[in-house]
C-alpha cells in the first residue's frame, strides 16, 4: 500500500511540473506575469513619448516645448502621487472595500511587498501597470488647454484631479465599488480614463476661455510630422493598455488585442471617408485622429466583445467623433484645442454604451463574452452602463469645476494675453523648441 502511496505522490508531482498552469492562484505565473511587465512598459510607452508627441505636433511652434514639458512632468509628479496615495484611494488594501473609494492601508505601498500578489502577478506590478493609467489619464487633459494655462496651474489642477476625480472613479470601477457590484462592464478604461478626462477637459476649455483669435484665426499643427509619429506610438502602446488588462497572457489578452487593432483600422478609414466626401480630399491629421477615435471607443469593451462587433464599434466611432469634433468647433465655438471631448469623451460614452449590447453572447458573429455581473439581458446590461456614463459624467464634471475655481482662485489659470500671444515656450520655460539659425 506504501508503494502504491509514493507512486500516486510521483504521479501528482510530475503532473503539477509538467504544467505549470495549474499553479495555486497565489502562486506567481511567470508568462502573466511577463506579459503584465510588457503592458506596463507599452502604456507608459503611450504617454512619453507618444502623446507627448502627438500634442506637441498639434501645438503651434511656439508652445511646442510647454506641451512636452507638460506631458513629461505629470509623468513624474502622477506617478508619485499615485505610490504616495492615489493607489490605496483607488484600490485599497483589503479584498472588502467601499463602495466609493479604497481604505488607506497602501499609503506608500505599505501593505505591498516583493512577495506579495495579486492574482499570479506581484501586487506591485498591479500597482505600476495601473500607476501608467494614472499618468495617461490627466496627461490626456493637457490637449484642451494647450497654449494658455499657467504650468504650476496645470500641476496643482492635475494632483487634485488625480486624487479627486480619477482615484475615486477607478474604484467605482475596477476597485470593488458600486458600478462594479453592479456588474458594470469598462475592460481598459472607456469611463475611468476617457470619458473622465475628457469631461475635465470640455470643463477646462469652458473655464478657462478660448484662446485669443479663436475661431476666426487659423490655428493649424506646426509639425504633423512629429504628430503622426506620437500616433504611431500611440497604437501600438494601445495593446498594452486594452490586451493587458486581461491582466494574464491568455485568450483574452489575445482577442483584446485583436478587437483593439480592428477597431482603429476602422476609425481611420471611416474618419478619412468623411473628411473625404464632406472636404474634397482626406487629411493626415484626420487618418490619425480617427485611429484614436477608434482605440478610444473600443477600450471599454476590448475584454468583452469579438471581432465583428470591434468593426462595427471602430467605423462608428470614426463617423460620430468626426462629426462630433465639427458639432463643437465649429457650431458651439468650444475650443478645446485637440479635440480631446469630441474623440475620447464622445468616443469612451459610446464604446462604453456599445459593450451592453456586442457583449451578449446571442448575436451571431457579432456575439460578444457575455454580460457583467448579474445581468442576464441587453437590456438589462445597457441600463448599467447608461447608470455608469452617466455617474462618471455628472461627478467629474461637477468637481473638475470646483477644482479649476479653486486654482483659479489660488494662482490663477490663464497666462496674460502678451503672454500667449508670445507663447509658453519663452514665457514659462525660457526656452525654443526651433532655434533656427
Known amino acids: 500500500m506504501s508503494g502504491i502511496n509514493n507512486l500516486q505522490r510521483v504521479l501528482l508531482a510530475s503532473l503539477f511540473l509538467a504544467v505549470p498552469s495549474l499553479s495555486f492562484a497565489d502562486d506567481l505565473n511567470g508568462a502573466n506575469t511577463a506579459w503584465i511587465l510588457t503592458a506596463t512598459a507599452l502604456v507608459l510607452f503611450m504617454t512619453i513619448p507618444g502623446l507627448s508627441l502627438f500634442y506637441a505636433g498639434l501645438v503651434r511652434s511656439k508652445n511646442v516645448?510647454?506641451?512636452?514639458?507638460?506631458?513629461?512632468?505629470?509623468?513624474?509628479?502622477?506617478?508619485?502621487?499615485?505610490?504616495?496615495?492615489?493607489?490605496?484611494?483607488?484600490?485599497?488594501?483589503?479584498?472588502?472595500?467601499?463602495?466609493?473609494?479604497?481604505?488607506?492601508?497602501?499609503?506608500?505601498?505599505?501593505?505591498?511587498?516583493?512577495?506579495?500578489?495579486?492574482?499570479?502577478?506581484?501586487?506591485?506590478?498591479?500597482?505600476?501597470?495601473?500607476?501608467?493609467?494614472?499618468?495617461?489619464?490627466?496627461?490626456?487633459?493637457?490637449?484642451?488647454?494647450?497654449?494658455?494655462?499657467?504650468?504650476?496651474?496645470?500641476?496643482?489642477?492635475?494632483?487634485?484631479?488625480?486624487?479627486?476625480?480619477?482615484?475615486?472613479?477607478?474604484?467605482?470601477?475596477w476597485g470593488g465599488g458600486w458600478l462594479a457590484e453592479m456588474g458594470f462592464l469598462d475592460f481598459a478604461g472607456g469611463a475611468v480614463v476617457h470619458i473622465t478626462a475628457a469631461v475635465a477637459a470640455l470643463v477646462a476649455a469652458l473655464v478657462i476661455g478660448n484662446r485669443r483669435g479663436f475661431p476666426t484665426t487659423v490655428m493649424m499643427p506646426h509639425n504633423m510630422t512629429m504628430t503622426v509619429t506620437g500616433a504611431g506610438m500611440l497604437w501600438v502602446g494601445w495593446f498594452g493598455f486594452n490586451a493587458g488588462s486581461a491582466l494574464a497572457a491568455d485568450g483574452s489578452a489575445a482577442m483584446a488585442l485583436l478587437v483593439t487593432h480592428i477597431s482603429a483600422a476602422a476609425g481611420s478609414l471611416a474618419w478619412m471617408a468623411c473628411e473625404w466626401i464632406r472636404h474634397g480630399k482626406p487629411s493626415v491629421l484626420g487618418i490619425v485622429t480617427g485611429m484614436v477615435a477608434g482605440l478610444g471607443t473600443i477600450t471599454p469593451a476590448s475584454g468583452s466583445v469579438g471581432p465583428a462587433a470591434a468593426l462595427v464599434i471602430g467605423s462608428c466611432a470614426g463617423v460620430i467623433c468626426f462629426f462630433a469634433t465639427l458639432f463643437i468647433k465649429r457650431r458651439l465655438k468650444i475650443d478645446d484645442s485637440l479635440d480631446v471631448f469630441p474623440v475620447h469623451g464622445i468616443g469612451g460614452m459610446l464604446g462604453t454604451f456599445l459593450v451592453g449590447v456586442f457583449c451578449s453572447t446571442e448575436l451571431g458573429v457579432f456575439s460578444g463574452l457575455g454580460f457583467g455581473g448579474e445581468n442576464t439581458s441587453i437590456g438589462e446590461q445597457v441600463k448599467v452602463q447608461v447608470i455608469g456614463i452617466v455617474a462618471t459624467l455628472a461627478y467629474t464634471a461637477v468637481v473638475s469645476w470646483i477644482i479649476l475655481k479653486v486654482v483659479d482662485a489660488l494662482l490663477g489659470l490663464r497666462v496674460s494675453a502678451d503672454e500667449e500671444t508670445e507663447g509658453l515656450d519663452i514665457v514659462m520655460h525660457e526656452e525654443r523648441g526651433y532655434d533656427i539659425r
Open 65 to 173: 516645448l510647454s506641451v512636452l514639458m507638460q506631458c513629461f512632468t505629470l509623468t513624474c509628479l502622477m506617478s508619485i502621487l499615485w505610490f504616495v496615495v492615489g493607489y490605496t484611494i483607488a484600490f485599497g488594501s483589503l479584498e472588502e472595500q467601499g463602495s466609493f473609494i479604497g481604505d488607506f492601508g497602501n499609503v506608500l505601498f505599505a501593505a505591498m511587498g516583493v512577495g506579495s500578489m495579486n492574482g499570479d502577478i506581484p501586487a506591485v506590478l498591479f500597482a505600476a501597470f495601473q500607476m501608467t493609467f494614472a499618468i495617461i489619464t490627466p496627461a490626456l487633459i493637457v490637449g484642451a488647454f494647450a497654449e494658455r494655462m499657467k504650468f504650476s496651474s496645470m500641476l496643482l489642477f492635475s494632483s487634485a484631479w488625480l486624487l479627486l476625480v480619477y482615484a475615486p472613479v477607478c474604484h467605482w470601477v
